[in-house]
């Protein structure tokens, strides 16, 4: 008799978006002739820089031609990205990544997700609450939590992250293996120091931990002082992965190209306490299970880099931290608590009551949605997350119409 993973049963259906949909579409059908603006997706809305269209296109073109067709490429990504990667990203900012610590993905969503695999069945997890719900299903599914309840499964370790810490938790107060973080952060766009995450660095260092350090929102971080990667930290090679993603970046949502940074010397335990290099088994998994990302989207990821291009995605993502910037003053012009929305697309705001009540005002009201912050967790009860991807247009109009509203 072929039986299911049962872990797949105690997986709590995710109601938010569906929720949203229904509550939108109800909306428009009572209110036919009423437009509503959506700033609630975490989706680019401007097209790919020029550089990277470009790119394709020749890519492609080469893929026409016997004499530059190419097949299956490596499964951890071209040399030439990767070269690029660990120039421009790491080496850059005073970290030693090397090309063959850099694994091309085709994303952040699938990395973070399918890294767990080459963890121990009883590794105890820890993640943010808020959280992106990628680390928990996935911890889920291969059995390292018990069931759901009161708004928690049990077996993983919550960290805090409220308005008290300023949205960084507190180190974690019984022992852990392996931690999640995301930062810029995803829902509360919350930015971390480069103090701070140091303490996490001397935490998984004291305690053998590994820190999953999530970096797909790097590119909005605007302030010098910050840091960009966990690699600028003494000592993180050893106990850090870094995910990032060109996603978010270069509005490579549709297109798909991401990279994971295990480095050489990052290392985790086997049953008798001997050191093992998470490298080769990172390698083992991805190449026999990926079959890397194809010719003409790493030739568009490389163009990135290129003069052109860096001035094309910089661009764009000063326009998508314009429109953060008019979200957060003015909700703060209204009278509400804001974090995030400076070095990161997301605001999140508090509403000083249910989130599905100011979710329902906002829509009601200004025909504007949001994404209600409990769908993220315990701790964003209270709370709702606006996304600043959408047109300049859209976001002063949404915000106008708030305004009016409240
Ligand atoms: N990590 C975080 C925190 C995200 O918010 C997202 C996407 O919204 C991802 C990863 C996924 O990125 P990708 O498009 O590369 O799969």
Not at 52 to 61: R, W
Not at 106 to 115: E, F, V
Request: hydrophobic share 35%; proline share 4%.
């Amino acid at each position: 008799m072929i039986r299911i993973n049962e872990n797949y049963q105690k997986l709590k259906s995710s109601y938010l978006f569906a929720d949203i949909a229904r509550r939108v579409e109800k909306f428009q059908k009572d209110n036919p002739h009423r437009e509503i603006i959506k700033l609630g997706i975490g989706d680019v809305t401007l097209p790919l820089p020029l550089a990277c269209v470009k790119a394709m296109h020749q890519a492609v073109d080469e893929m026409a031609i016997s004499s530059t067709f190419r097949g299956y490429g490596p499964e951890q990504g071209y040399g030439f990205l990767r070269q690029a990667i660990s120039d421009s990203d790491f080496r850059s900012r005073g970290a030693a990544i090397d090309p063959d610590e850099i694994f091309i993905s085709d994303g952040a969503k699938c990395d973070t997700g399918n890294i767990q695999e080459i963890f121990d069945a009883n590794t105890v997890v820890a993640v943010t609450d808020p959280v992106y719900p990628v680390y928990v299903d996935t911890n889920v599914m291969a059995g390292r939590t018990g069931n759901f309840q009161d708004g928690r499964y049990q077996g993983l370790v919550y960290l805090e992250s409220t308005r008290e810490n300023s949205f960084i938790p507190d180190l974690p107060e019984t022992p852990v293996d392996l931690i999640y973080l995301c930062y810029p952060n995803n829902p509360t766009g919350a930015v971390i120091t480069r103090d701070e995450l140091a303490r996490w660095v001397e935490y998984a260092m004291k305690n053998k931990a590994l820190i999953l350090y999530d970096a797909a929102y790097e590119a909005f971080i605007r302030d010098p002082e910050l840091p960009r990667s966990i690699y600028e930290i003494d000592g993180a090679t050893q106990v850090a992965i870094e995910f990032r993603s060109f996603s978010k970046t270069a509005g490579f949502t549709g297109t798909r190209c991401a990279f994971t940074v295990v480095p050489r010397n990052c290392r985790a335990y086997d049953r008798q306490g001997r050191e093992i290099m998470l490298h080769s088994l990172w390698n083992r998994r991805h190449s026999t299970k990926f079959n890397g990302v194809s010719y003409p989207v790493q030739k568009a990821a490389l163009a990135v880099y290129s003069k052109e291009g860096q001035q094309q995605v910089l661009t764009n993502i000063e326009y998508y931290l314009g429109n953060a910037r008019i979200i957060r003053e003015k909700m703060e012009k209204l009278g509400f608590e804001c974090t995030g929305g400076i070095n990161s697309p997301y605001i999140w705001i508090n509403g000083n009551k249910d989130s599905w009540s100011f979710f329902d005002d906002l829509l009601n009201k200004a025909g504007v949605v949001c994404t209600p912050g409990d769908g993220f967790g315990l701790c964003g009860k209270g709370y709702i997350r606006i996304s600043a991807f959408n047109s300049l247009e859209n976001v002063e109009k949404a915000m106008h119409r708030i305004e009016s509203a409240l």
